[in-house]
């Protein structure tokens, strides 16, 4: 089965490169390999399963910035909108599904890397970040009033230097990345 998706995957991934003017590399990934470790799939190009409703969380995060909100004792005055950055979403997924496939929850992946490392790895040069992680089976609305709930994770999300967010979700986990870009 698992050669069959992968047959599949690298079918479609040709004729996505087959309108391009870049020459073409043929790439056999190895018999066993996972999505994540095949270059193609982990640098530019994968299927994000379990997608969050990028309207509906930028809806709710800018409802908070848009008001203002106190974030553990701490008045946040209100704060510019966020854009949704596919880049951030992708970064998000990964280390959701690095989180769920290893059954840990970090902000440190497993092979040490950060939120920083892992926005850089998607081809966004930041130059301030931060990460928002939860784990349960909620909704776009309960996991940001969650956020909200902390201090730490409210603080982030109303941060006014940051402009730019994904938040993403595989199976019960849960990351958001918000960044500012060079």
């Known amino acids: 089965m698992k050669s069959l998706q992968f047959a599949c995957l690298f ?11 870049e020459p073409l590399e043929e790439y056999l990934p190895p018999e066993n390999a996972t999505l994540a470790q095949i270059p193609a799939f982990r640098d530019s190009f994968f299927v994000m399963t379990h997608r969050v409703d990028s309207a509906n969380m930028l809806r709710l995060i800018n409802a908070y910035r848009s008001k203002g909100c106190n ?9 510019p909108p966020l854009t949704w950055n596919i880049r951030l979403e992708k970064a998000s997924w990964l280390h959701s599904k690095e989180m769920n496939d290893s059954v840990y929850m970090s902000h440190i ?42 201090k730490t994770h409210c603080l ?27």
């Open 11 to 21: 079918a479609g991934l040709a004729i996505l490169c087959a309108c391009s003017k």
């Open 71 to 79: 974030c553990g004792g701490e008045y946040m005055p209100p704060a």
């Open 156 to 182: 982030a999300m109303m941060n006014p230097l940051l402009k730019e967010t994904g938040v993403a979700r595989y199976k019960n986990f849960w990351t958001q990345e918000i960044a500012l870009s060079y």
């Open 109 to 150: 992946g497993r092979n040490g890397s950060t939120g920083g490392d892992r926005l850089h790895k998607m081809g966004y040069h930041w130059k301030s970040y931060a990460e928002n992680i939860a784990l349960g089976i909620l909704t776009e609305k309960t996991v940001v009033d969650g956020w909200m709930g902390s």
